[in-house]
């Protein structure tokens, strides 16, 4: 490992690491991919989809050969065609509360990939009870957002944003997503995840990333604590 | 007085006529509150999830009605994003 902010420490802790991805989509494939990559020791593979011709213009992790097959099973097999190293573990149907939990709880850090307000709160839930850090993203259209959630920096969650679902559920399915905005996003993930591993996550606690690829523009946040957060506030 | 407005995303429709994808110089009343300027743009309260003057974020519901904008303030306006 070059890159003294990684460092030897930060590339054995990496290789150590294991992480939950939920959703192996748009955000999903160039996280799982880059994580893989990079020499992650183990990845959970949640998603209980199976792939689709319209998926493949931005859920680069499934080829055209997968059409029709669970993409927890098609994500595996990109993932260890790239790192045989790599362990990979898949559940390919959507957990109950208590399943999801005990799933976050056995990892050390989980990515939020998926694509709705429930599924982001029980994810956001389960980590903030377990003192699990979160990485989440979202993106449609030509927008993006990513933060994370740091327990030990006892940071901003994703309820101190999100307190409720906000509007109608958009998906990139009706709305549509320019493929490589969900990719930037599902990268940035990545990205703030190994920095998280490697110990090098100070930077990013309280921070809220920005992207409209029609302004080309990026705005980064600080996001303070909601105390009355309905994940991770006073009363709770 | 001056302010920038920004709205991104989704929220650009809301902007007057000009040349910037997401940003205007407009004229306001002096003093005029975070809440009125989101009204005049008929920008609903659940699509102006994040508001930020001058890149600080303002939180929701009371923050907004007493917040008072100032000459040369930049408000930018995003939307919820929850796909992927």
């Not at chain 1, 377990?130 to 994703?158: D, K």
Request: hydrophobic share 40%.
């Amino acid at each position: 490992m070059r890159l003294s902010q990684i460092g030897e420490k930060g590339q054995q802790a990496i290789l150590d690491a294991s992480a939950l991805i939920v959703g192996v989509g748009g955000l999903g494939s160039p996280a799982a991919m880059y994580l893989a990559a990079a020499g992650i020791g183990k990845l959970i593979l949640n998603d209980y989809d199976i792939v689709e011709t319209s998926n493949l213009q931005r859920q680069i992790i499934h080829r055209n050969a997968a059409v029709g097959e669970d993409k927890v099973e098609s994500g595996r097999r990109t993932v260890e065609a790239l790192n045989p190293e790599c362990q990979v573990e898949v559940i390919s149907y959507q957990m109950e509360f208590d399943e999801l939990r005990e799933a976050v709880d056995s990892v050390d850090i989980v990515l939020d990939c998926t694509d709705n307000y429930p599924t982001r709160f029980d994810i956001n839930r389960a980590c903030v009870e377990t003192a699990t850090p979160l990485v989440i993203g979202a993106a449609i259209r030509l927008e993006g957002q990513i933060m994370n959630y740091q327990p030990a920096a006892n940071s901003a969650c994703y309820q101190c944003l999100y307190t409720h679902a906000y509007g109608a559920e958009e998906s990139c399915e009706l709305e549509g997503v320019l493929g490589p905005v969900v990719g930037v996003v599902g990268t940035m993930q990545a990205v703030q995840t190994l920095l998280i591993l490697a110990g090098q996550g100070e930077a990013l606690e309280n921070r809220l990333l920005l992207f409209d690829a029609y302004a080309m523009e990026w705005q980064s946040v600080t996001l303070p604590k909601n105390p009355d957060c309905p994940a991770c506030g006073k009363s709770k | 007085m001056n302010i920038n407005i920004e709205f991104y995303a989704s929220l650009m429709k809301y902007l007057p006529p000009g040349k910037s994808r997401f940003r205007r110089e407009v004229k306001v009343d002096d003093g005029i509150t975070l809440s009125k300027l989101i009204q005049q743009y008929h920008i609903s309260e659940q699509e102006a999830h994040l508001v930020l003057v001058n890149g600080h974020f303002v939180n929701c519901g009371e923050d907004r009605d007493s917040r008072e904008l100032a000459e040369g303030d930049t408000v930018s306006i995003w939307p919820p994003v929850a796909g992927g």
